[in-house]
């Protein structure tokens, strides 16, 4: 008996998204490893904490192919490529990923809708809202190292970045969640 509800289309992006999720986790791991060969413990523990998110968002879709009754399929995860060259570089690389990631869901999101798959569409939207707050995260790493001077950040100022970092929640305040009594 049949029991597979997912479309060839859908199981072949839901897997490759699978595969998108564990390479970040790769760059992720490969940019905290190269942070802490410099010394900076607390963004390094940082990036650490994101890798596990990753690999985290990997399982989910895992799972739910299965739970679909569709094959997963495990292949080989590309390189995260070359180590930054800054910290300034690390966390403009982080930002473009993310939003590559975002538009990845997004493709999954378009189909499961042309499809009218509407299992695996409310199961993507808890990936647009997670996206929403990766970008969030990632653009205040871009804030934080903008402030302690970009490319040109001295000692103290990168210092003061590392121990905010290292003490800095895994995920970020949303716009949804504000009001006017708490901006
Ligand atoms: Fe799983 Fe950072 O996106």
Redesign the pocket.
């Known amino acids: 008996m049949e029991t597979n509800r997912i479309s060839p289309t859908l199981t072949a992006a839901l897997n490759a998204q699978m595969t998108?999720?564990a390479h970040?986790a790769q760059i992720?791991l490969a940019y905290a490893s190269w942070i802490s060969d410099k010394g900076y413990e607390g963004i390094a523990n940082f990036l650490f904490r994101?890798a596990n998110?990753?690999r985290n968002?990997?399982m989910k879709i895992l799972e739910y192919i299965l739970k679909r009754g569709a094959k997963v399929i495990i292949t080989e995860i590309p390189s995260p490529g070359p180590d930054p060259v800054s910290i300034n570089d690390c966390f403009e690389k982080i930002f473009k990923?993310?939003v590559e990631?975002?538009t990845n869901?997004y493709t999954i999101v378009n189909k499961s809708l042309e499809e009218q798959d509407w299992a695996t569409w409310n199961f993507m939207q808890w990936?647009v809202k997670?996206?929403t707050e990766?970008e969030t995260l990632a653009m205040e790493l871009l804030s934080k190292i903008k402030i302690a001077g970009g490319e040109n950040a001295g000692n103290d100022a990168l210092y003061a970045l590392d121990k905010d970092l290292g003490k800095t929640p895994d995920d970020a305040e949303l716009a949804q969640d504000v009001s006017v009594e708490n901006p």
Request: proline content about 0%; cysteine-free.
């Open positions: 998108n999720e970040n992720y994101h998110e990753e968002h990997m990923s993310e990631n975002t869901i990936f997670e996206q990766e």
